[in-house]
T-cell receptor, first 114, second 110 residues
Framework: DVKVTQSSRYLVKRTGEKVFLECVQD?????MFWYRQDPGLGLRLIYF???????EKGDIPEGYSVSREKKERFSLILESASTNQTSMYLC?????????????FGQGTRLTVV | ELKVEQNPLFLSMQEGKNYTIYCNYS?????LYWYRQDPGKSLESLFV?????AVKQEGRLMASLDTKARLSTLHITAAVHDLSATYFC??????????FGDGTTLTVKP
């Protein structure tokens, strides 16, 4: 079974704090993604990575950065958390080739910034 | 920019009825996915559609893909309460990046 594990289910942080969201996958997938999900706005792509140390901005990268030092781990960083970053964050991984190319999602991290 | 549009966004149906959810997308792609999300949970893959004319079925759900019309459908047959969830379609570009529709929240009532 593919497993994508996010480090926290729930997080509460203060405005201005630096926040790290960690994601680990065990299927040797090349691609990894960070989305945020807000009511009425669907899933919006923040960043994705198609290889170690490679990253591309998604649709809403402002206020976020990412790090991928190892293939299995993709971190999302909020440099200075703000209340408008309160959201559900979903990490996913996929393989770009082969029979099974769908995205596998982690359980999500619900972040509240106060 | 790739756009993926689902409709309807909200669907309330009675048990035993049939209905279809539509997913239109704006640029060429030959890979489309359907996911299910239960309240408070993450997304799970339902179907992978990899070519024009592809049809996949599991239980009361059937998905199809028409790449020429840039349209996928998710058909629900004889709905049951357990199918209540939010359903997303997603289109994948050559770079492997997925763009999701806004989701269709399905409520099946007795």
């Amino acid at each position: 079974d593919v497993k994508v594990t996010q480090s926290s289910r729930y997080l509460v942080k203060r405005t201005g704090e630096k926040v790290f969201l960690e994601c680990v996958q065990d299927m040797d997938h090349e691609n990894m993604f960070w989305y945020r999900q807000d009511p009425g706005l669907g899933l919006r792509l923040i960043y994705f990575s198609y290889d170690v140390k490679m990253k591309e901005k998604g649709d809403i990268p402002e206020g976020y950065s990412v790090s991928r030092e190892k293939k299995e781990r993709f971190s999302l960083i909020l440099e200075s958390a703000s209340t408008n970053q309160t959201s559900m964050y979903l990490c996913a991984s996929s393989s770009p080739t082969g029979k099974n190319t769908e995205a596998f999602f982690g359980q999500g991290t619900r972040l509240t910034v106060v | 920019e790739l756009k993926v549009e689902q409709n309807p966004l909200f669907l309330s149906m009675q048990e035993g009825k049939n209905y279809t959810i539509y997913c239109n997308y704006s640029t060429t792609s030959d890979r489309l996915y359907w996911y299910r999300q239960d309240p408070g949970k993450s997304l799970e893959s339902l179907f992978v559609l990899l070519s024009n004319g592809a049809v996949k079925q599991e239980g009361r759900l059937m998905a199809s893909l028409d790449t020429k019309a840039r349209l996928s459908t998710l058909h629900i047959t004889a709905a049951v309460h357990d199918l209540s969830a939010t359903y997303f379609c997603a289109v994948v570009t050559n770079a492997g990046k997925s763009t999701f529709g806004d989701g269709t929240t399905l409520t099946v009532k007795p």
